[in-house]
């Protein structure tokens, strides 16, 4: 086991120590912080982990190029393009997404009915003389 | 969540920064000629762009968070695609010099433009991992 497994091991347990009871755990907003913080540190520790795999394949592959003595050829070319098609029509699906939960928030907040003087004209009838 | 959203941002900047640090992983100081420069550049915009995408997509980052690491990638969109068409150009031009035996001065040309479009791409690499550290 690597030296990163062995520390998402160790985040993995520490978060079930905190919440389980049974083991000393707590269920307090604290502790919902601390696991959830252990999470996104268990997600970036996964993520940077990856992308050091993937920078370190692409490095020996450019390297393999430059040994070669040559230019990237088109198929190479056109991997690296769809991958980047791919990851940009991601980003912009969570972008629509986000903005699409913004404005469902700002058409709640402007269709509450705003509150009409009827109780001041009510009064205004009672004070008219009837002829 | 300020605490938490910070310590999540200075973890990414750590791992992009010891990851561009480590020579065994920085494909740009393997790249000897332009073409190859311009390859590593975009690769590495592509690599970042996917983990800008896995973390976007993950439900426990915050939205701010996410908005900026879509702003960062649409700044560099445009000039990875300037990039690409460059590359396709001097291809282009050298079939034109192989058939014909003209084009030199475009190829030289075109291969200035590509050098500078990497040199514009490379900070705006640098900024996609930024905007996670400075979101707050």
Redesign the interface.
């Known amino acids: 086991m690597d030296f990163l497994a062995l520390v998402r091991l160790a985040i993995n347990s520490v978060s079930l120590l905190l919440v389980n009871p049974a083991l000393g755990g707590r269920n307090n907003i604290r502790v919902t ?1 601390a696991v ?2 252990l ?3 268990d ?3 996964e ?2 982990e ?3 795999d ?3 394949a ?6 393999g ?2 040994a070669e003595g040559r ?2 050829t ?1 198929d ?2 056109e991997s ?2 769809v ?2 098609q ?3 029509d ?3 699906a ?2 629509e997404e ?1 903005l699409g ?1 913004e404005e469902q928030e700002d058409d709640q907040e402007t269709s509450s009915p705003e509150p009409t003087d009827e109780t001041q004209a009510d009064e205004d009838d009672d004070n008219v003389i009837p002829v | ?1 300020r605490n ?1 959203a910070d ?2 941002h200075y ?2 900047l750590l ?2 920064f ?2 561009a640090a ?1 020579q ?4 740009l ?5 332009v ?2 420069r311009a ?2 550049g ?17 439900p ?2 915050s ?1 701010s968070v ?2 900026r ?2 702003r960062a ?2 700044a560099a ?1 445009p000039v ?1 695609d300037s990039v ?1 068409e460059t ?1 396709l150009e001097v ?1 282009d031009i050298r079939d034109e010099i192989a058939n014909s035996g003209t084009g030199q001065a475009r190829l030289e040309a075109a291969l200035v433009n590509l050098n500078s479009y990497v040199t514009r791409l490379t900070p705006l690499i640098n900024e996609l991992v930024r905007q996670v550290k400075g979101a707050e």
């Open positions: 912080q959830e913080l999470g996104v540190l997600a970036l520790i993520e940077g990856d992308a050091y993937d920078l370190k692409f490095t020996e592959q450019v390297r190029i430059a230019s990237p088109p190479e070319w690296l393009r991958r980047k791919s990851a940009h991601r980003l912009q969570v972008k986000i939960e | 969540m938490l310590v999540r973890l990414l791992c992009a010891a990851l480590c065994s992983a920085n494909p100081s393997a790249a000897e000629t073409e190859q390859y590593a975009y690769g590495t915009y592509v690599i970042f762009a996917e983990k800008a995408a896995d973390l976007a997509e993950r426990e980052i939205n996410k908005l690491l879509i990638e649409e969109s990875a690409l590359v291809e």
